[in-house]
């Protein structure tokens, strides 16, 4: 089965500098990706998602993730961090093959001022 | 087109007593996954339903807990004579097939006591 592994539960970065989330999957197929974000008491908003092709994916808000196959990454970036980017964000995967979905463990973004 | 629907959207049960948890889908969908999020803890899948079907269920625990998707209504998540360590956030979310993106609720944040 699919699985994706978060690198750091906790981030902290300044306001105006890079955001950096990590993710690598593991799929014996062709995976699906996704980010998620969750605001405090909030379900889960689908930021952006890799579904083959573009390997660069444009989300909401100024996030973008790439995908690469050689390195089993699909890491989220944003070049400056706002206050309002404070929040949990899940990495998850899919594919066609077992069709559910699997997340990560999560990564807290704090952002100071 | 209503998102997805949890209810409650906050239950509390003494020790021992039956919690129902209810998720109604996006129209059009018909996979369900059930979560849950423990506090400070990411999302741990449970259980993945299609109409009537149990697809995987391997994130269940092996006892009290069932869930059920019927031809008619809402799926239900059904935990038998809580405990406190089930309190939790349990978020549903649905999606049109396996491979495309999930919407989730907002979730039923659960209080034993």
């Known amino acids: 089965a699919q699985s994706v592994t978060q690198l750091g539960s906790h981030v902290s970065v300044s306001e105006g500098a890079l955001v950096l989330l990590r993710c690598n999957y593991s799929?014996?197929?062709?995976?699906?990706l996704f980010w998620y974000v969750q605001y405090p008491n909030q379900g889960l908003q689908l930021l952006l998602k890799y579904t083959s092709a573009a390997t660069l994916v444009k989300g909401i808000n100024g996030f973008e993730a790439e995908f690469k196959k050689s390195e089993t990454s699909f890491h989220l970036t944003k070049p400056s961090a706002h206050m309002s980017d404070a929040a949990e964000y899940f990495c998850a995967v899919s594919d066609d093959n077992n069709n559910d979905m699997r997340f990560g463990a999560g990564t807290r973004l704090t952002v100071k001022p | 087109n209503a998102g997805v629907m949890q209810n409650p959207r906050h239950l509390v049960r003494r020790r021992g007593q039956e919690a129902r948890l209810r998720c109604s889908p996006m129209?059009?969908?018909?996979?369900v996954y059930w979560y849950r999020q423990l506090p400070e803890e990411g999302l741990k899948f449970m259980v993945y339903?299609?109409?009537?079907?149990?697809?995987?269920e391997s994130g269940m625990p092996k006892e009290r807990f069932s869930a059920e998707f019927p031809k008619e209504g809402p799926s239900i998540l059904r935990i038998q004579q809580v405990v406190r360590g089930d309190s939790a956030a349990y978020f549903c979310?649905?999606?049109?097939?396996?491979?495309?993106?999930?919407?989730f609720g907002q979730g039923t944040r659960l209080t034993v006591v």
């Open positions: 129209k059009g969908h018909s996979h």
């Open positions: 799929s014996s197929v062709p995976p699906y």
């Open positions: 339903l299609q109409k009537e079907n149990i697809i995987d």
């Open positions: 979310a649905s999606s049109r097939t396996g491979a495309t993106e999930a919407f």
